[in-house]
């Protein structure tokens, strides 16, 4: 069973920095496509950032670019996400997740952790 647990969240001020964690149970780890995903309410679904499968290759949203920084532990089957400069309009529930083996969509998602930025 494939688990994957996000930690690291809560209430900061606008400014503020957090780093998130999202420990996984995965094997082969570092051949998977990994995702940050917030969704806030009302709002869709937003792809924060994904690393590509095979390398440390990481697309971001603009959004978050400059300010935002992902990064993962093959060896510990790990990511990371260090949010700087935060701002209100990142509050949001933030998942980890991961791509099957082979494939480059988010097949897997943890249970995600609350960011709430106040101004």
């Known amino acids: 069973q494939v688990q994957l647990v996000e930690s690291g969240g809560g209430l900061v001020q606008a400014g503020d920095s957090l780093r998130l964690s999202c420990t996984t149970s995965?094997?082969?780890?570092?051949?998977?496509?990994m995702y940050w995903i917030r969704q806030a309410p009302g709002k869709e679904r937003e792809f924060v950032a994904t690393?590509?499968?095979?390398?440390?290759?990481?697309y971001y949203a603009d959004s978050v670019k400059g300010r935002f920084t992902a990064s993962k532990d093959n060896s510990n089957s790990a990511m990371y996400l260090q949010m700087n400069s935060l701002k209100p309009e990142d509050t949001a529930v933030y998942y980890c997740?991961?791509?099957?083996?082979?494939?480059?969509?988010?097949?897997?998602r943890g249970q995600g952790t609350q960011v709430t930025v106040s101004s």
């Open positions: 997740a991961a791509s099957g083996l082979g494939r480059s969509s988010p097949d897997y």
């Open positions: 690393i590509r499968g095979g390398d440390v290759t990481t």
């Open positions: 995965l094997r082969t780890f570092g051949s998977r496509w």
